[in-house]
């Protein structure tokens, strides 16, 4: 049905006997807007927004594969975190024990210095 609209002049609408609408428009941010006319008030209907969104199957998809991914990405840092952190330490106490100093001491204090940077990073 074709009804005058005030700015827009004659549109195209749609729907029951009580509510008609307007051919959704999309705008800049991709969503779909409308207006609506109320025939039991004979107007348009001002200060009511029905927003339409278009959903994309394949496109929710990918959005799970790619959040499934993130995650998987994210569980490798973690442990080639963990792996150098490890190989840092085992470095450390080798260096101390082959001869490079009898002192154990010295790698106490650097693993105690080590210790606290990992904590004020939130390790």
């Known amino acids: ?24 428009t999309r705008d800049s941010s991709g969503e779909f807007s409308c207006e609506r ?3 039991d008030f004979g ?3 001002e ?8 959903i994309d199957d394949d496109e929710q998809c990918r959005v799970c594969e790619l959040k499934e ?9 973690e442990t080639a ?9 085992h470095g450390l106490q080798h260096g101390f024990s082959y001869g490079q100093t009898n002192d154990q001491a010295g790698f106490e204090q650097c693993m105690a210095a080590y210790s606290q940077k990992e904590k004020s990073n939130g390790c």
């Open 1 to 24: 049905m074709w009804i005058e609209h005030e700015t827009l002049g004659y549109v195209p609408t749609y729907g029951g006997p009580f509510d008609s609408y307007t051919i959704p």
């Open 37 to 39: 006319y109320d025939h």
């Open 43 to 45: 107007g348009w209907v």
């Open 47 to 54: 200060g009511e927004f029905i927003g339409l969104y278009l």
């Open 69 to 77: 991914r993130i995650a998987e990405l994210e569980a490798k840092l």
């Open 81 to 89: 975190d963990r792996l150098q952190d490890s190989a840092f330490r």
